[in-house]
């Protein structure tokens, strides 16, 4: 399906040219790598993968129905962030790969991915991390810099609460990309030892987080009475025996013996 009128792609959403260069390759690499290990085990019929269309993060998917949703090219479904034409409770999982940070209604893109999936769906989210080595060089950049860096990073913390509030629950999360942003191929080689580093020192500040959640939807269950319930018998007390006097036990043997005594008393 193809939408003629969507929106053009936003100016900071990922190109082709920049995910073809060293520092783009090293985001892909370790992306491709999250999305293959969690969508493999997640089933169902329909997939989606909206936004990041030259990516195919759906690859390692073994649901029947995959498609790339993007206002640009090569996407199946050509479309906007913001008005998905995709029925509602319809799909099982959504990969939403860095769409909210460079979108200017990130809420409105939460609220159609939570309305087309259905009831126990699962989204996949990857957003660039703000408290990292990479939200240090966005900063430095300023508002005019260049792709990936003119972006409007959401905090992990940020996004949770949105999530909460739309219903999700979030599953599970982590990070990834803790060398520094560097744009030379042998710096970012040099730097490979600080990927299982920061995973074990600082897990905080990677460069990348990902989360994975699960779309609750509250049901309401009718309590009706149990009319086949037969009523409860309440248990009979037993007789507990009681020890007696001796002088007590001769009156009321002289007291049974003498009828007359017993019409008296």
């Not at 993007?70 to 409770?89: C, F, S, V």
């Amino acid at each position: 399906m193809e939408m003629l009128n969507a929106e053009p792609a936003a100016p900071g959403a990922p190109n082709a040219d920049w995910l073809a260069t060293p520092l783009g390759s090293y985001l892909v690499e370790r992306e491709q790598r999250f999305f293959d290990a969690a969508v493999v085990d997640l089933f169902g019929y329909n997939a989606v993968q909206v936004g990041l269309p030259h990516v195919d993060l759906l690859r390692a998917s073994r649901m029947t129905l995959r498609a790339r949703a993007a206002p640009i090219a090569p996407a199946e479904l050509r479309t906007d962030y913001t008005a998905l034409p995709i029925g509602a409770n319809v799909v099982d999982l959504v990969v939403l790969p860095h769409v909210l940070e460079f979108s200017l209604h990130p809420h409105q893109i939460l609220r159609e991915v939570e309305r087309v999936l259905m009831p126990d769906g699962h989204l996949l989210i990857s957003g660039l991390n703000p408290w990292s080595l990479w939200g240090i060089r966005r900063t430095l950049a300023g508002a005019g810099g260049e792709f990936p860096w003119q972006g409007e990073y959401i905090s992990l913390l940020q996004l949770k609460d949105w999530l909460t509030l739309l219903g999700f629950e979030v599953t599970a999360g982590r990070m990834a990309c803790y060398a520094p942003p560097c744009a030379q191929q042998k710096w970012l080689r040099r730097c490979g030892f600080m990927e299982a580093a920061g995973n074990r020192w600082w897990p905080f500040a990677g460069g990348v987080y990902f989360l994975q959640a699960v779309k609750r939807v509250v049901g309401m269950r009718v309590i009706q009475p149990r009319w086949s319930e037969r009523r409860r018998v309440k248990p009979a007390l037993a007789v507990v025996p009681r020890r007696v006097r001796q002088s007590d036990a001769v009156a009321a043997r002289a007291a049974a013996c003498d009828p007359e005594q017993t019409s008296k008393a």
